[in-house]
């Protein structure tokens, strides 16, 4: 019996029209500020009782004792003995961070420093007017993202591209659009060995060359990296690299020195603000307490959906165009880390644990999928997020979005009772979440991000899982590698089960 069985014994709570007219407080008592972001949750599905329950399971999970040795720079990701440093990433100088008994906060700083000096450089003049990262998974989606999320923000002159697919599609397109003379590639990959990004950063370079003669890569390749050798054995001066440090997980790195392009794209000062934006939520994960804590309450929420409710997924809607890719990328920070089923003790758990993610902008979502969210057999709790003030000024069309956001929240929870017209029913009683803020800066950027950076290691540490490596991609890396020469050396026909070796064949004989 873990505690999480307890959840199941809960009673569940009265609809979300009963709750509110049982408590005329509640759409007060359960908002809560944290930095700029005001996290609406009346409409999740719980009372007090349920609420109570939940926090005390946090307590007893030890959610406080694990995120002070988070914080204390403790080796929590035990998989792989390594500590969890994201914090460090955007402390101010006057911290310290301790790993290994050594404050690393200075180190954080001089890599900041040098970033900054190289993206001034690349701002203040031509000939860079274009740059590319290339990288994959957590070496791209963060800054791919808050590229996007931050249009606003951008320098006039300079675009950024991202590739990250092995799919030549990707870099084709890519090149085709991009001027040898007046590119800047960012080869950004924390271990230097994934083989998307090294086939990806090969073929650039070999572009580039052809262009221009290899000369030119000293002032065309940066790399960004924690792995200096390989970065050396790929061609790249490690001068032209920017380092940081495996206790940074991939998915964590937005705001290493992977935040390269970002940099560059927005600048340093907004890119300080977006720094200090993480380090708002992250005070106030570390010092408020678990009933005011934001990352606690919406991650215990989750974990009540999970266990308790039994709902697999969650949707994430941003009601913000340039948020488009952030579903994407909590895909990789929430499913990533707790996609496991084994335990801190090498244990298989009894229970569920990371949901599954996804989610669409508003309104786009509502034309495609949210027919299911409000009539489907299924429950998915939303998160919604949308600002006051948009950036584009364009008011008319704010306040017509933002229409739709408050709506569908109402929609769902209350829904509309017609017995007559059973297909015109809304049962309503579908938890959603409201995140605010006033407008959508790198500050406020950092904050969300954080934000749910923090969900995920409240969730780890309830399910007892390690949120921090993620064994699980392996198994597909290494036979992918296997079968690479398969395709095209000699023929192996017996190297894998009958199905696998079909489809190998099959390739072979029409490739
Ligand atoms: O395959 C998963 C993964 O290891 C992610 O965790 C990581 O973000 C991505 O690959 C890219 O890794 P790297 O930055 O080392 O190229």
């Given at each position: 019996?873990t ?38 949750w ?6 007090d ?5 939940l ?12 995120r002070?040795?988070?914080?204390a ?20 100088h ?21 970033l ?21 998974g ?37 090149l ?64 032209n ?9 991939g998915r964590?790195?937005v705001d ?36 005011d ?36 990328y ?71 979005l ?13 829904g ?38 923090h ?10 899982v390690?949120s921090?490596?993620q064994?699980?991609?392996?198994l ?17 026909p ?18």
């Amino acid at each position: 019996m873990t505690p999480l069985d307890d959840l199941s014994d809960l009673p569940r709570p009265a609809h979300l029209r009963d709750l509110f007219e049982q408590d005329p407080t509640r759409a007060q008592r359960y908002v809560t500020h944290a930095g700029d972001l005001r996290i609406d949750w009346s409409k999740a599905s719980v009372d007090d009782v349920t609420l109570d329950a939940l926090l005390g399971l946090a307590e007893r999970a030890g959610v406080e004792r694990r995120r002070d040795a988070m914080f204390a720079g403790e080796r929590i990701n035990v998989t792989e003995d390594r500590a969890v440093g994201h914090v460090a990433l955007r402390m101010p100088h006057t911290s310290s961070f301790v790993v290994d008994g050594h404050d690393v906060v200075p180190e954080v700083h001089a890599v900041l420093d040098a970033l900054a000096d190289f993206a001034r450089r690349v701002r203040a003049s031509g000939p860079i007017d274009h740059v590319v990262n290339i990288g994959i998974g957590g070496s791209d989606l963060g800054p791919a993202m808050a590229y996007e999320a931050l249009r606003p923000f951008r320098h006039e002159r300079i675009r950024c591209s991202f590739v990250s697919n092995v799919d030549g599609a990707d870099i084709e397109a890519v090149l085709a659009d991009s001027d040898p003379a007046t590119t800047l590639f960012v080869v950004a990959s924390k271990t230097f060995g994934t083989i998307e990004t090294l086939t990806n950063a090969r073929t650039a370079r070999a572009w580039l060359v052809d262009a221009l003669g290899e000369d030119a890569v000293v002032d065309h390749f940066v790399a960004v990296s924690t792995n200096e050798e390989r970065v050396a054995e790929f061609g790249i001066d490690t001068a032209n690299m920017f380092g940081f440090w495996d206790w940074v997980g991939g998915r964590y790195s937005v705001d290493s020195a992977i935040g390269l392009s970002l940099m560059i794209a927005i600048g340093p000062e907004a890119f300080s603000e977006f720094l200090a934006g993480f380090h708002t939520i992250d005070e106030h994960f570390r010092t408020a307490p678990l009933r005011d804590n934001a990352p606690v309450l919406l991650a215990m929420l989750g974990v009540w959906y999970a266990n308790g409710l039994g709902y697999d997924t969650k949707a994430v809607l941003p009601y913000s165009n340039d948020l488009a890719r952030f579903p994407a990328y909590l895909q990789q920070l929430d499913m990533e880390s707790n996609g496991k089923s084994v335990d801190l003790d090498g244990e298989r758990v009894g229970h569920h644990t990371g949901p599954i993610i996804w989610g669409e902008p508003g309104t786009n979502g509502q034309h495609a999928f949210y027919q299911l969210i409000h009539q489907g057999t299924r429950i998915i709790p939303c998160d919604f997020i949308g600002v006051a003030r948009a950036e584009h000024g364009d008011q008319e069309h704010h306040d017509l979005l933002m229409a739709n956001l408050f709506a569908q929240s109402e929609a769902l929870a209350f829904g509309r009772s017609n017995e007559a017209e059973p297909h015109r029913n809304f049962e309503g009683n579908r938890p959603n979440t409201v995140i605010l803020a006033e407008r959508l800066t790198p500050s406020v950027l950092g904050q969300l991000i954080a934000l749910y950076e923090h969900v995920v290691h409240v969730q780890g540490t309830v399910w007892g899982v390690n949120s921090y490596d993620q064994w699980g991609v392996e198994l597909g890396k290494e036979l992918a590698n296997q079968i690479t020469p398969e395709l095209v050396g000699e023929p192996t026909p017996d190297a894998h089960d009958a199905a696998t070796n079909a489809l190998i064949a099959w390739y072979r004989a029409h490739r």
